[in-house]
């Protein structure tokens, strides 16, 4: 095995991605943060030095861990927050049968909207690329904000129908805080893709955003979608891909147009969610050119044909894996609601995300993770944590329908599962079962869930420790619409987890949880 070792320190810098000079948060000084480029199979050593004012965790999204949950780094549920000051070593196995790409972030809060994220590319003479590719570029894709992330999160979450005069924000209760741009791979303009004619080029499409979907296209040319979240797909033609808070594709771009500047086009989706900033300029460019000397501004036209305008992923049909893996039967099925409620909490009155009526709410002490460690299956949880456990290995059906009127990215940690269907409505026991698609259907790890809709996916409980399924918005995720899967207990127990986990998160000074 190849050891990839990696020195970050994460800090606070000054930064202007858009034109305004903000104080952001970067790992390394750069922005987006260093890309991790590995071969599956290998072993990935990350250390981490905190060098910001408060505790923070650094999260891979998608990587199944297998064998080592506590190095997930989900603050409150498998970690405390490494304390200003302080270093942490993630130290992992890249599964040999992974492969494609992910991205990671801090996972503390809504400190990743901040600045702390980047890409995580995996490659595998084993992944099979439809119709191969030349070269390959990464395309990343975030909104971005003015202000500080932990001070728009206390607006949000006391602003329950709260019709603010003064903020120019809040003029929408209950809604979102609006982005003040979008970022092409950390530029509002002037990104650029020089590439060279008649290639075919392999584009890593992330959306690194805290609530933003995107639709993204190249003037002039289509796009084959080739990977959805880490999986193979059988090539599918589009002229847009929508690509919803952190999802990922590889789309493959061929240079075969007359030689010159073409825009790229990542236009924010202000129906999914009302971004309802004036100053907010939704459709973000980049400029990709080939065979010629880049222009700054091209002339060539956006697709013309209708808008994919309806906050939903990529279908079934555009996203068949390659490679067939038809689902186990299940054995376990698990229902969960999603709704947000008004609240009447201590400051005030707020709208918070429940899952099954619970509202998370990181344990201040001990993550999740830890207090299985120490106490075994029977540990009780608090009010704030929906956990559902499996003592041994299930086929996992989850089955959730959405209350709220817009749509949800929602994140499976250390699991690619099976999308089995999605729907209209609420699913009712005995009849939906006929849209569920068990031939060989879409496989990912995090996917739309629609609107006042439902979704079925299904995985196997095999992976021991804990594990979050989450909103990935941000704001959503801090308003606790969280809950967690607890695998084989009597395997947690048996982790040889490093020290630092096994203390209170209250004895870390300046390690404790960020709370809401
Ligand atoms: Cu991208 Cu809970 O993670």
Not at 20 to 40: A, C, D, H, K, W
Not at 383 to 391: K, T
């Amino acid at each position: 095995t190849t050891t990839r070792y990696y020195e970050w320190t994460v800090s606070e810098a000054s930064g202007a991605p858009d034109g305004y000079e903000r104080t952001m948060l970067v790992v390394n000084n750069q922005f987006p943060g260093p890309l991790i480029e590995v071969n599956s199979g290998d072993q990935v050593v990350i250390n981490v030095f905190n060098s910001l004012p408060n505790g923070t965790t650094i999260h891979w999204h998608g990587q199944w861990q297998n064998g080592t949950n506590y190095m997930d780094g989900t603050s409150g549920v498998t970690q405390c927050p490494i304390p200003p000051g302080m270093n942490y070593t993630y130290r992992f196995t890249i599964d040999p049968n992974q492969y494609g790409t992910y991205w990671w972030h801090a996972h503390a809060s809504t400190q990743y909207t901040d600045g702390i994220y980047g890409p995580l590319v995996i490659h595998s003479p084993a992944e099979p690329v439809y119709g191969s590719y030349d070269r390959e570029a990464l395309v990343i894709m975030s909104d971005w904000y003015h202000d500080m992330s932990s001070g728009l999160l206390t607006q949000y979450l006391s602003n329950a129908g709260i019709d603010d005069q003064n903020s120019p924000i809040y003029d929408n209760p209950g809604a979102e805080p609006p982005p003040d741009s979008g970022l092409i791979n950390g530029q509002m303009i002037g990104s650029s893709f020089d590439f060279k004619p008649n290639l075919r080029y392999r584009l890593r499409l992330i959306n690194m955003a805290t609530l933003t979907e995107f639709v993204f296209s190249v003037d002039n040319h289509m796009l084959e979608v080739v990977e959805s979240d880490g999986t193979s797909v059988v090539g599918a033609a589009v002229h847009r891909a929508p690509i919803n808070v952190a999802q990922r594709y590889s789309v493959i771009l061929t240079t075969n147009q007359t030689l010159g500047s073409y825009n790229v086009r990542a236009e924010m989706q202000d129906i999914c969610y009302k971004l309802d900033n004036p100053n907010l300029d939704t459709m973000v460019l980049g400029t990709l050119t080939y065979g010629a000397t880049a222009v700054a501004t091209p002339s060539t036209q956006n697709w013309n044909d209708a808008y994919p305008g309806d906050c939903i992923d990529l279908n079934a049909t555009q996203l068949v894996p390659v490679i067939e893996s038809p689902p186990p039967n299940s054995t376990m099925t698990v229902s969960v609601s999603m709704s947000f409620q008004q609240t009447f909490a201590s400051g005030g009155q707020a709208t918070l995300g429940y899952m099954n009526n619970t509202s998370w709410e990181a344990d201040s002490a001990d993550p999740t993770l830890m207090q299985m460690y120490k106490a075994g299956a029977q540990t009780s949880f608090s009010q704030s944590q929906l956990v559902v456990v499996n003592d041994d290995i299930q086929v996992i059906d989850l089955i959730m329908d959405n209350y709220d009127d817009s749509s949800h990215p929602f994140h499976l940690h250390g699991h690619t599962f099976w999308l089995l269907g999605i729907g209209d409505g609420s699913f009712v026991p005995g009849q939906s079962e006929v849209y569920l698609n068990y031939n060989n259907p879409p496989r990912r790890d995090t996917l739309t869930v629609p609107g006042y809709g439902w979704i079925a996916i299904r995985f196997i409980g095999d992976n021991p420790g804990l594990w979050a399924f989450h909103c990935h918005i941000g704001w959503h995720m801090a308003a606790g619409l969280l809950m967690q899967f607890a695998s084989l207990p009597s395997r947690i127990q048996q982790f040889s987890i490093p020290d630092y986990l096994g203390q209170q998160c209250s004895s870390q000074s300046g390690g404790t949880i960020l709370n809401r």
